[in-house]
């Protein structure tokens, strides 16, 4: 890997560090609040509304620029979301705002990849990426918790220096922490080197945009190897986002935890995440990536496991292995996507339609999420739910997978026939 990888690395953690921290005080901000526990899913469920409306349009943006420069803009979008919060702005909206900012920083985050490494890298690429994506998850969610921590927020509230800049609330102390993650992200963004990469002419017509998004969606979605790897990933993400909340829920109903020591059950999801990213950058190569499909099915069934447990002492290593499970089959689909997309068409618009289905997935699955939450379910029923469907739709792309390699054998055997 080259000095610009590992730029873009940097960038990509200190962003997503902040990401999540900010997604914690933001839930804490709606508990001062006293907002109804249903509208907590919907912060993330405004994060990513951006990834779907504005998927016919971020591509061509990542591909119009250089991708650093992209990268640049976008988190300085994020930063504006954040800064919102200070002005009492409600958090769903600043929240959104930072989605809309992550929904076109993403295009160029994985675009990028392609356009700095060869086809045979991009497992391993991906593995670091998600390794490192993970960790800021981790650390990003156990900062947070730590800044809506009262004995935290009252130390920091001690300094001089935030008195001075007219802070003297806990949640403007942690916001304060979280922009300084964001302006390092940013600088870190101006480093990443210009691949040299260009694209033709990028359309401006919205219209026109849409018709060629479509075609994009269409194209991916057809092809053989394309649908599998974008079925797969479309699932684990609106999984994982709806995960994040089960686990808190999960916490705080089971585990008698709070709000701050919650969250860093979210950081033990993403320690398992981590290691099976960097396992599959190790053992899986790009060839051999849709192998790891029934580690998906039984994720799904593991996660039942959940309604069994009351003890921190067991809740960690499960969760550990319910993560290393997900980063392991979803590192190798993401590269094969990726490499898919690449092939097909540009890098920036095969990211769009892959973060337009993932991000969709997302929207759907913490909407009823939600719905679950209103209407007062039992966390163990909506855990229970939650595997089988898991492990329910990843047979079911396993089986699609091999109806379409019987018919590709089918084909070749056809052609050898006629010669």
Known sequence: MNRGFYTIMA???????????????????????????????????FFVLSYVLLAAFVGAFADALPKGRVMFITNLIKIAGCTMM????????????VGFGAAAYSPAKYGILTELLPAEKLVAANGWIEGLTVSSIILGTVMGGALVNPKVAAYLLSFDGFHMIGIDTPAEAALCIISLAYVLAALFNLKIP??????????????????????CFKTLWKDRLGQISLAVTTLFWGAGATLQFIVLKWAESSLGMPLDKAA???????????LGAVAAARFVPLKKSLTVMPLGVIMGFVVLAMTMVDSIWYAYPLLVIIGALSGYFVVPMNALLQHRGHVLMSAGHSIAVQNFNENLSVLTMLMIYALMV??????????????????????????RHAANQRQHDSLSLIGEAKH
């Not at 997604?23 to 993330?44: D, F, G, R, Y």
């Not at 002005?87 to 909206?93: A, I, K, N, R």
């Open 11 to 45: 960038a990509q953690f200190f962003s997503s560090l902040a990401d999540n921290a900010l997604l914690i005080a933001a839930i804490a901000l709606l508990t001062v609040m006293e907002s109804p526990e249903w509208m907590t899913p919907l912060l993330k469920l």
């Open 86 to 97: 200070f002005f009492h702005v409600h958090p769903l909206l600043a929240y959104a705002v």
């Open 264 to 274: 860093i059950l979210q950081g033990i999801v993403a320690v398992g995440v981590a």
């Open 194 to 215: 210009d691949t040299g990469a260009r694209y033709a002419h990028q359309e401006r017509n919205p219209i026109k945009l849409i018709v060629d998004f479509a075609g």
């Open 374 to 399: 209103k209407i007062d379910l039992n966390i163990n029923i909506v855990i229970g739910m939650f595997g089988l469907f898991v492990s329910g739709i990843m047979y079911l792309i396993m089986r």
